[in-house]
T-cell receptor, first 112, second 110 residues
């Protein structure tokens, strides 16, 4: 029962570097999303997708790109990392929009 | 924009005590969910409430959705150390998005 798998678990980047956070789910869920979690601010939505080939922006999309070429995968790309992007990133999926979310275990990213 | 405010932000209580966590907003939501998150893990769903005034019970946890569907509360009876964690409320709007609250960190001391 893999559920939602995120890699890597930890990552350190220098300012200006780029990287991709991977997210895969094996539950055939149509809806996938990315959140960042910062102390005292709960979870904030970065981007989401309601199905393969469809993506949309959430609350805090600047500095991040996403694509959804398959139902299973929803990678998050940081184009040019900044210290303000230091955070814990969570990928989540659900059967449909507004259905209960299933979360991965997160990627802790530090940008120096 | 933080649409959902939770209170208190931190709560430390003795085992056996009761507690209530509040989740308030000025926005109306089509449904509201409560999640619990433990260190190093993602949030896990506890309950979904959909109807204004709805009350749901999950063992020692009681969840209520406000009549106007703008607020919710979580009441824990006789808290146990296993209840320790971060509690998050999340409201769903009609635009395929969830808005999460600021979170309540609960510590239950044995």
């Amino acid at each position: 029962n893999a559920g939602v798998t995120q890699t890597p678990k930890f990552q350190v980047l220098k300012t200006g570097q780029s990287m991709t956070l991977q997210c895969a789910q094996d539950m055939n869920h149509e809806y996938m999303s990315w959140y960042r979690q910062d102390p005292g601010m709960g979870l904030r939505l970065i981007h989401y997708s309601v199905g393969a080939g469809i993506t949309d922006q959430g609350e805090v999309p600047n500095g991040y790109n996403v694509s959804r070429s398959t139902t299973e995968d929803f990678p998050l790309r940081l184009l040019s990392a900044a210290p303000s992007q230091t955070s814990v990133y969570f990928c989540a999926s659900s059967f449909a929009a507004n259905s209960p979310l299933h979360f991965g275990n997160g990627t802790r990213l530090t940008v120096t | 924009t933080q649409l959902l405010e939770q209170s208190p932000q931190f709560l430390s209580i003795q085992e056996g005590e009761n507690l209530t966590v509040y989740c308030n907003s000025s926005s109306v939501f089509s449904s509201l969910q409560w999640y619990r998150q433990e260190p190093g893990e993602g949030p896990v769903l506890l309950v979904t409430v959909v109807t204004g005034g709805e009350v749901k019970k999950l063992k020692r946890l009681t969840f209520q959705f406000g009549d106007a569907r703008k607020d919710s509360s979580l009441h824990i009876t006789a808290a146990q150390p296993g209840d320790t964690g971060l509690y998050l409320c999340a409201g769903a709007n009609t635009g395929n998005q969830f808005y999460f609250g600021t979170g309540t960190s609960l510590t239950v001391i044995p």
